[in-house]
């Protein structure tokens, strides 16, 4: 994917890998599954005889939240395609987004350090997400999706980088 308003000039994008979107719906459906029976309890209690709630209320409002759900998740393998890295010279450039388009440069010498997490569904699928840490939080950058060995690569990669820049400050 190419975005010619944000993106610099012969940059080729690194994207992160397929298992992510795999990872994403299914942490999507257990988060929507959860807002969905929260939102479902008073029709719940109106069946049992509990409570009651006009129809008019709770319908629409169940409708709006599956289709909102439905269009989430119908949308998580684009925006995972849409996320994107490249290694320069100088900095590192990270993308994201498809509507609301993002691109961060993180000076190597402004690294402070890197590091890697994998919750127990990343590291099911071989995944994990590399953060850069800088002194301005601003500039803080993540690349979620990236396979372990590319996550290790990168940490030992930016960090001598970062290291190197550094010192010549």
């Not at 080729?12 to 479902?40: C, H, M, N, P, Q």
């Not at 998740?73 to 684009?78: D, I, K, N, V």
Request: net charge neutral; aromatic share 8%.
């Amino acid at each position: 994917m190419h975005s010619e308003a944000i993106d610099p000039v012969g940059v080729e994008w690194t994207r992160v890998d397929e298992k992510y979107i795999t990872v994403k719906l299914i942490s999507g459906f257990i988060g929507w599954a959860i807002v969905l029976i929260i939102v479902a309890l008073p029709l719940i209690a109106d069946a049992v005889g509990w409570w009651s709630l006009p129809d008019w209320l709770v319908w629409p409002v169940l409708g709006v939240l599956l289709v909102w759900a439905g269009l989430d998740l119908g949308l998580t393998p684009r925006r995972v395609r849409a996320i994107g890295y490249c290694e320069r010279e100088d900095d590192l450039l990270i993308r994201r987004g498809l509507l609301w388009q993002r691109v961060v440069a993180v000076p190597y010498g402004r690294l402070q350090y890197v590091d890697i997490e994998a919750g127990p569904l990343m590291r099911k699928f071989g995944i994990c997400t590399v953060q850069l840490k800088t002194a301005s939080a601003a500039t803080d950058a993540t690349i979620p999706g990236a396979v372990r060995s590319e996550g290790a690569r990168l940490r030992d990669e930016l960090s001598a980088r970062g290291q190197a820049r550094l010192a010549g400050l």
